[in-house]
């Protein structure tokens, strides 16, 4: 089986690594990060791989948004306990708590998008994310966060109730 | 600002994609040497070698037969064709038999006299798709997909072929059918968001049980009679 451990690497990572890529940068915004924390979560499934038989992971798409998801928070735990971040960046993170009508002349809806999203809790920019950008299924989003299907449409609902709450100015 | 306008808002999330020379670098860095494609050389190789050439040369014949076979069989004109009569009918979706009717209609213009074989085509296109539409789609979007293609057939119809009756029954079950699914999908969405509000809600023993009720008859499906608990609770 471990023959054939590249075939399977290849096909999952064809499949996802766009969607993949896209839930980080838009929780991350930074393309170097994103680029940095999406090539990690490629390399664990594959390390996984290597040492687990391929049919072992049942869900390989839920797999690798988990992965995604934790090295995303442990990116933010690690960068705000260090507190290293540049003088810039500072600028960046103020702007976002700004208010978006602001920011209607400066950004893209592109952009706007994408802030706001940011400034939902963390558990809220999945939900939204994987619901209605990625189309998992609510049993899947369950899998991954391991909580009911019933809390999750309960997210799902406040995420999108929260995020109307961001956008309905711009 | 509505759900269905942030759903679209939120799609304009797909035009952010990684540089293609990154994600190619990515897989050769994580792969290493084995990141290559499978080699058959070897194999075609063996293949050359005389004491398996007899071997090859036999099972090439047979198979140039057996697709001969299969294409020579009445009433198949085309590669697509003969690979429809092999495969099972659980191997298409809704998908496949939208499109395949929505094609098979737009031919049938371009034939000067009424072609019933053309006609057949598109009908039992029609009827598969009836049959294999979802009870539930699986998010908004995919409904929309839906009613977009089945809008395109409707108007493909008025167009090509406003007359035949046949044509006309089978998209007008196709257009119940996805009215029906889209009415279900909209009586769910409503219960999910009601189930979710009254969560948090304080109920009496009897807006409880009622509560309760609801959550069976959405757990059955019964979505508009969960939704007719949750109104009945509600005006308690």
């Known amino acids: ?170 | 600002m509505d759900e269905k306008e942030i759903i679209a808002k939120l799609q304009l999330l797909n035009q952010i994609k990684p540089r293609q020379e990154w994600v190619r670098n990515t897989r050769k860095n994580i792969l290493g040497p084995q990141d290559r494609w499978v080699d058959f050389s070897g194999v075609f190789m063996i293949m050359r070698q005389p004491i398996f050439a007899v071997g090859t040369v036999t099972m090439i014949l047979l198979l140039v037969l057996a697709w001969f076979g299969l294409l020579n069989k009445p009433q198949q004109d085309s590669l697509e064709l003969a690979i429809s009569e092999i495969a099972s009918d659980n191997f298409y979706d809704y998908n496949y038999y939208l499109e395949k009717a929505s094609q098979t209609l737009a031919k049938v213009e371009s034939v000067p006299q009424k072609n019933e074989k053309l006609v057949e085509e598109t009908k039992q296109a029609l009827k598969k798709a009836v049959e294999k539409l979802p009870s539930r789609p699986k998010n908004p979007q995919e409904s929309a997909k839906i009613v977009e293609k089945v809008k395109e057939i409707e108007e493909k119809l008025t167009t090509l072929a406003p007359e035949d009756e046949e044509l006309i029954d089978a998209t007008k079950e196709l257009k119940e059918k996805t009215k029906e699914m889209i009415e279900t999908e909209i009586y769910r969405i409503r219960v999910e968001a009601e189930l979710a509000m009254l969560e948090n809600r304080t109920l009496t023993e009897e807006q409880q049980a009622l509560l309760e009720e609801a959550k069976k008859d959405y757990n059955n499906q019964d979505y508009l009679s969960a939704l007719e608990k949750i109104l009945q609770l509600t005006n308690q």
């Open chain 1, 1 to 170: 089986m471990k023959n054939h451990s590249p075939f399977y690497f290849r096909k999952i990572y064809k499949t996802y690594i766009r969607q993949i890529y896209r839930f980080i940068y838009v929780k991350v915004g930074s393309q170097q990060l994103a680029e940095d924390l999406t090539s990690e979560v490629f390399l664990r499934f594959w390390k996984n791989i290597q040492k687990n038989n391929p049919t072992k992971i049942e869900n390989p798409r839920a797999f690798l948004y988990k992965t995604a998801r934790n090295l995303v928070i442990d990116h933010y735990r690690t960068y705000s306990q260090k507190k290293e971040i540049p003088i810039e960046e500072i600028k960046e993170i103020k702007d976002v708590s700004e208010s978006l009508e602001r920011q209607e002349s400066l950004f893209s809806d592109l952009e706007i998008v994408q802030r706001a999203i940011r400034q939902l809790k963390e558990e809220y920019q999945d939900v939204v994310l994987w619901y209605y950008l990625d189309n998992l299924s609510v049993q899947e989003i369950a899998e991954i966060l391991g909580k009911s299907e019933n809390a999750v449409r309960v997210m799902i609902h406040r995420a999108m109730e929260k995020l109307r709450e961001l956008l309905k100015e711009v």
